[in-house]
Nanobody
Framework: QVQLVESGGGLVQAGGSLRLSCAASGRTDSVAAMGWFRQAPGKEREFVARMSWNGRSTYIADSVRGRFTISKDTAKNTLYLQLNSLKPEDTAVYYC?????????????????WGQGTQVTVSS
């Protein structure tokens, strides 16, 4: 199994930036792709971005494309999400997820492992 630990969330003003980190441990050799999701209170979990662990494929949701960037440090088994030009509607708990499939898509059910989440709050 794989363990994921997110960090880097916090409270920022609109227009600010944050960098979220997701440290993976355990059987990381089974991970083929990793992604970020977010969930606001009362709303369903929403896909944000994903990246194949070999770095060959990256996809960012339309809602955040141009503002968010996904990246990784393979040597550290760490995934990052750079959040720029933050808006109040970006406020949510952000979750890191890992999939044993190299092409998991955007559905949360296609991911096998999840972190505990990190809160991002953007004030007006």
């Amino acid at each position: 199994q794989v363990q994921l630990v997110e960090s880097g969330g916090g409270l920022v003003q609109a227009g600010g930036s944050l960098r979220l980190s997701c440290a993976a441990s355990g059987r990381t050799d089974s991970v083929a792709a990793m992604g970020w999701f977010r969930q606001a209170p009362g709303k369903e979990r929403e896909f944000v971005a994903r990246m194949s662990w070999n770095g060959r494929s990256t996809y960012i949701a339309d809602s955040v494309r141009g503002r968010f960037t996904i990246s990784k440090d393979t040597a550290k088994n760490t995934l990052y999400l750079q959040l720029n030009s933050l808006k109040p509607e970006d406020t949510a708990v952000y979750y890191c997820a890992a999939s044993t499939s190299p092409v998991p898509g955007t559905g949360a059910t296609r991911y096998d492992y999840w972190g505990q989440g990190t809160q991002v709050t953007v004030s007006s």
